[in-house]
């Protein structure tokens, strides 16, 4: 079982960037495919991003060149470096780990 914390996400004004972490402990972590998703009320969670343990990743096209995935196997983190945010970004930022293993999630609004 592996325990995931999300931590980084606030109130943040349209434009603005925003950086999300992922803590990840009781697992092999490094070999772990990792990934962000969100759920903006009254919708479906949906993907954002993922990375590979050797650091390829993917984005989902609302996203892409704008939300960066990153990670640090050496401290068992996931990053999630969002800019130019816009209001349609407001949502719960959850961290997946695969096998069912999310995170509690952190919020993130973008005032229209």
């Known amino acids: 079982q592996v325990r995931l914390v999300e931590s980084g996400g606030g109130l943040v004004q349209a434009g603005g960037s925003l950086r999300l972490s992922c803590a990840a402990s009781?697992?092999?972590?490094?070999?772990?495919?990792m990934s962000w998703h969100r759920q903006a009320p009254g919708k479906q969670r949906e993907f954002v991003a993922w990375?590979?343990?050797?650091?390829?990743?993917n984005y989902a096209d609302s996203v892409k060149g704008r939300f960066t995935i990153s990670r640090d196997n050496s401290k068992n983190m996931v990053y999630l470096q969002m800019s130019i945010l816009k209001p349609e970004d407001t949502a719960v930022y959850y961290c997946?780990?695969?096998?069912?293993?999310w995170g509690q999630g952190t919020q993130v609004t973008v005032p229209s």
């Open positions: 997946y780990a695969g096998s069912g293993n």
């Open positions: 009781g697992g092999i972590f490094s070999t772990k495919i």
């Open positions: 990375v590979t343990s050797g650091g390829d990743t």
